[in-house]
């Protein structure tokens, strides 16, 4: 999971009335690959006084972004090639790194460029 907490309390003090109090919830970053992360925050009880929950507004649906390429990033290993015209091929490095999620076919186009 990505998160720190899974509860915690939200405190309004006395006469404190349509002024929001902010809820954190901490999400822990990694390293895994991974796609985004859908959650629902649910206002569960009162602890202490006599104010009611909104039945058409206690929860409420949240998502965390992925934001580690989960299929990867690819690129190519070097900034220019050179090649002989007598061997009859140039090879050409291309990488995938970061996330290897599904499989990653793609096209490419040879243009010419200036001398």
């Known amino acids: 999971?990505?998160?720190a907490a899974r509860s915690g309390v939200v405190n309004f003090v006395h006469g404190q009335v349509d002024a929001p109090t902010s809820l954190v919830v901490s999400v822990l970053a990694d390293s895994l690959p991974e796609?985004?992360?859908?959650?629902?925050?649910?206002?569960?009880?009162?602890?202490?006084?006599?104010?009611?929950?909104d039945p058409t507004q206690f929860m409420v649906p949240g998502v965390i972004l992925e934001n580690d390429n989960p299929y990867g990033v690819v690129e190519f290993e070097s900034a220019n090639v050179t090649g002989d015209e007598s061997v009859g091929v140039v090879r050409v490095n291309v990488a995938r790194s970061n996330g290897g999620l599904g499989i990653s076919l793609w096209s490419w186009r040879l243009t010419a460029g200036a001398s």
Do not use: P, R, T
């Open 1 to 3: 999971s990505d998160f």
């Open 35 to 53: 796609f985004n992360e859908s959650f629902v925050l649910g206002l569960v009880h009162v602890d202490q006084g006599v104010a009611s929950i």
